[in-house]
Structures are given as structure tokens and as C-alpha cells.
């Protein structure tokens, strides 16, 4: 069942429903709480992929990039609802691939793979990890749903 808080359409997580710059606004800002809660109940900020056979780290650029990617479409912000679920079980599509130069968040990056997890009654989602330059650490990049595919 759906609430209208008497400016937007919210989902029974308080996830705003529509397109305007005001639902994506306040779906920005639920995905940085919800990372900031997550955050709390796991306090080592890793989870280990079966897929990788090692941890995946959620640090600040985890939630700057998902939050703004994410927030764009509802679907994808209620996919980070699943966050550690993906960050658990997401597997690997292809090799890695080399992170983009000339976009400033990926410069820490060596590589960038590609990961996939599909949720049961929900869909595919999308996981991208980035694996850091100098000590190889394998840091969660950004999560969206992946529509119609």
C-alpha cells in the first residue's frame, strides 16, 4: 500500500514513486541513510562474495556513486534494499576490465568488473567493483537494477 506524505507518492518503505526532481531528491537521500544504517549493523563495511571468493568493501564512494546513479529510478533504489544479499551472492559477467580515465571517480581504480545478481520476484541487479590501484581491494562502485533484461 502506498502513503502520499502530501507531496509525493511513497512506497511502505518510504521510497518515493514518481519522476519528478523531488521524488529522485528524496530517493537520494534514502539511499545515503540506508548505506549509513547498513553501515551501523555491519561495522567492518565488508561482505564476502562467493563469486570473488574474497570481501567487498562499501566505503564513501560506494554510496556517492550508487546514491546518485540509483536514485534516478525507483526500481533501483529498492534493489539496494538487497544490499548485502548482492554483495554476497552477485556473480561475475566477464573479465575485468580496465576503470575509464577520464571519469574522476574510477581514477582510483586499477580494474572495474562487472557483476550480476539476480533476485527472486524482483529481477536483475547490476554490481559494479572496483579493484584499487595500489592495495587491490575490491570496493563496491554502484548498484542499479537492470530493466527489461
Not at 573479465?95 to 572495474?112: G, W
Not at 529481477?123 to 533484461?149: D, F, H, P, S
Amino acid at each position: 500500500m502506498n502513503v502520499y506524505n502530501g507531496f509525493m507518492e511513497l512506497d511502505k518503505n518510504g521510497i518515493a514513486l514518481g519522476d519528478a526532481t523531488e521524488d529522485k531528491k528524496a530517493r537520494k537521500k534514502f539511499i545515503k541513510e540506508f548505506y549509513r544504517n547498513w553501515g551501523m549493523l555491519n561495522p567492518t563495511k565488508q561482505v564476502f562474495n562467493n563469486s570473488l571468493n574474497d570481501y567487498i568493501s562499501v566505503k564513501h564512494i560506494s554510496v556517492e556513486e550508487t546514491a546518485g546513479q540509483a536514485s534516478i529510478r525507483y526500481k533501483s533504489t529498492l534493489a539496494i534494499l538487497f544490499l548485502s544479499e548482492i554483495l554476497e551472492n552477485a556473480t561475475q559477467k566477464g573479465n575485468p576490465r580496465n576503470s575509464d580515465p577520464t571519469k574522476d571517480n574510477q581514477k582510483r581504480f586499477e580494474k572495474i568488473i562487472i557483476m550480476e545478481y539476480v533476485k527472486p520476484e524482483f529481477g536483475k541487479i547490476k554490481l559494479i567493483v572496483g579493484i584499487r590501484r595500489n592495495t587491490k581491494e575490491k570496493v563496491q562502485y554502484c548498484i542499479t537494477a537492470i530493466e527489461n533484461g
